[in-house]
């Protein structure tokens, strides 16, 4: 009698406040009666999952960004303090006259001036380098200072081994040349002392050929220096960022260099010979290359070589790169999310306790929240504090939230170890390198081993009841 008496009513009922009621019946049907199916739940559930990942995307997008903002700014630190250097050299230039036009008739001849490039028979470099933390907005960008010593000597030139008469040689015009690829970093006044002479070195363009731009100076040499061997010296403190690289113009090579930086990355087409030491309070490293090692000769003429590609060097990275990890950890988004509402979903079976899906969407909401607190809060301290900084906030939340949904201190306790266990578990990952592949599967093995443990005692042909 209740029932068609309340069906009378609502054919009385105006259109509008009957489609009203129609639709918190079917509201009511899907989210809030006592047998709503488990099947339709779940399939809420994963678009729920699929929905997050656009502010998840988002969030990424803003990761990329201020990586990209870093970058510029370190760029912009950069070219008012010196960039990368690679220095080269020292090289000796030697011209020599070469015909270039004969008159047969007359017995005119036209001379021209080409060159020959000679390189160091034995080259040893010894550097110190001084990292600086440079500080620009909430940025920090890492350059360095280098006090460096170029010792080693020329072997004695055979002019013959180059098809060239000795006549024809112009030792008087000789050049030193040392490449150096930002002039910027430059402290002072270069100099290079050759057996007991000092020359001064200033701009010069007469590698170009060879891809590289430095310096030289005019030195007079007579037909005796060139077959005698030619020691040199040159001492030189060179300021830059990111990467000092060497060119190994010596047969024989030796370079060893030291730094207070204790996070550096070697770099080039040679590694140290020996394993470096590294060490909190900085690193020691040593290199040997030999003219065997590469793809030019010790002298040549009229040929051009790119002598850039066989450089070697340190670059000085920043100990922690906080937009990296972050961006990995955002790889994990949709884990995070899925396993959480996998949770959320078991408890609330196993406890026969309904969880409406906006909250559902709340939780979710606060997980992505996670993200921009990491973000944010690693741009001023240690990504290691950021992130337990973010997670035990996180946590927090979604634990205190869990009690007013399922209202059991025992449950909440269960759910909040196991987020914590999760954050914990992601953040090895980020940390790992080689071995997050492998630590990752195991991981997700085991939790959908558990997952699969608990879902056989789930009714799935049943419906939640409360």
Not at 43 to 69: A, D, G, N, W, Y
Not at 73 to 88: D, F, G, I, P
Not at 193 to 208: H, I, W
Not at 235 to 248: A, C, E, M, W
Request: aromatic share 12%; net charge neutral; proline share 4%.
């Amino acid at each position: 009698m209740e029932s068609k008496k309340n069906s009378e009513q609502g054919k009385n009922l105006p259109m509008g406040e009957k489609e009203g009621q129609d639709v918190n019946y079917t509201w009511n049907r899907l989210f809030r009666s006592r047998g709503i199916s488990l099947t339709f739940k779940g399939i809420c559930i994963f678009i729920l999952t699929l929905l997050l990942l656009i502010p998840m995307i988002m969030i990424s997008e803003l990761v990329r960004e201020r990586q990209s903002r870093q970058k510029e700014v370190r760029e912009e630190v950069s070219e008012k303090w010196a960039n990368s250097q690679t220095l080269t050299g020292p090289i000796l230039v030697i011209p020599y006259k070469k015909i270039v036009e004969s008159d047969p008739k007359t017995g005119n001849v036209k001379y021209g001036t080409e060159y020959v490039y000679i390189l160091p028979e034995k080259l040893d470099i010894e550097g110190v380098v001084s990292p600086q933390i440079r500080h620009r907005s909430i940025f920090d960008v890492t350059v360095y200072q280098s006090e460096l010593t170029f010792k080693g000597h020329f072997a004695p030139f055979n002019p013959e081994s180059q098809d060239i008469p000795a006549s024809d040689f112009l030792p008087e015009k000789a050049m030193i040349y040392f490449g150096l690829s930002d002039f910027r970093g430059i402290e002072e006044q270069l100099s290079i002392r050759l057996d007991d002479k000092s020359y001064e070195l200033n701009a010069s363009d007469m590698l170009s050929s060879l891809n590289s731009n430095g310096l030289s100076s005019p030195i007079t040499l007579s037909s005796e220096n060139l077959t005698t061997a030619l020691s040199f010296n040159l001492k030189l403190n060179i300021k830059g960022s990111g990467d000092l690289r060497f060119t190994p113009v010596g047969k024989t090579n030796n370079t060893t260099l030291t730094s207070s930086w204790n996070n550096p990355s070697f770099t080039g087409s040679f590694l140290p010979n020996t394993p470096a030491s590294i060490s909190e309070s900085g690193f020691s490293a040593s290199w040997k290359v030999l003219y065997l090692n590469r793809n030019y000769p010790q002298i040549w003429k009229n040929q051009t070589y790119d002598i850039s590609k066989s450089n070697y060097g340190v670059s000085l990275l920043q100990s922690t790169d906080s937009y990296a990890k972050t961006e990995r950890s955002v790889k994990y988004a949709i884990l995070f999310i899925a396993l959480t509402f996998g949770l959320y979903f078991f408890i609330e079976i196993l406890q026969k306790k309904k969880v409406h899906p906006l909250q559902y969407g709340l939780v979710g909401i606060a997980l992505c929240v996670f993200y921009t607190l990491l973000l944010s809060i690693s741009e001023y301290i240690s990504f290691d504090y950021a992130y337990l900084i973010a997670s035990v906030a996180t946590v927090t939340l979604i634990t205190l939230y869990t009690k007013g949904a399922f209202g059991k201190w025992r449950i909440v306790s269960f759910f909040g170890i196991a987020l914590s266990a999760l954050y914990g578990f992601i953040y090895i990952l980020i940390q790992l390198q080689d071995g997050a592949l492998l630590f990752g599967s195991i991981g997700l093995f085991l939790l959908l081993a558990v997952s699969m443990y608990y879902s056989k005692k789930i009714d799935w042909h049943g419906e939640i009841t409360g």
